[in-house]
């Protein structure tokens, strides 16, 4: 078992920052894959950034350059700093793990490779 614990979120400005955490408790090992998706309402469910167990990063094509995943495999923290948020940012955020080894997959693309997933932390961005 694994527990993924999100927080962090609120309400923001547009133009703000905002960084999210996610704390992992249980049967976690460095290896495991992390990642942070989103919801909003009316939309599906999107990627928005992953990273491995050495710290390689990717981004889903929205928040490139504005978004930074860090994770910290000792305190067990994931963590995600937004800035320059816009409205289109608004959705619940959750943070998920995948045991598996992502070379040659996609793994903002394919949720289906994560099997526990936190309960999500809302971020509201208005103009």
């Known amino acids: 078992q694994v527990q993924l614990v999100e927080s962090g979120g609120g309400s923001v400005q547009a133009g703000e920052s905002l960084t999210l955490s996610c704390v992992v408790s249980g049967n976690f090992d460095g290896g495991d894959y992390l990642a942070w998706f989103r919801e909003a309402p009316g939309k599906q469910r999107e990627g928005v950034a992953g990273i491995d167990g050495l710290g390689t990063a990717t981004y889903g094509e929205s928040v490139k350059g504005r978004f930074t995943v860090l994770r910290d495999n000792r305190k067990k923290i994931l963590s995600l700093q937004m800035t320059n948020l816009q409205m289109e940012d608004t959705a619940k955020y959750f943070c998920?793990?995948?045991?598996?080894?992502?070379?040659?997959?996609?793994?903002?693309?394919?949720?289906?490779?994560?099997?526990?997933w936190g309960q999500g932390t809302q971020v509201t961005v208005s103009s």
């Open positions: 998920a793990r995948s045991p598996y080894s992502m070379g040659g997959r996609r793994p903002l693309q394919e949720d289906d490779l994560y099997n526990y």
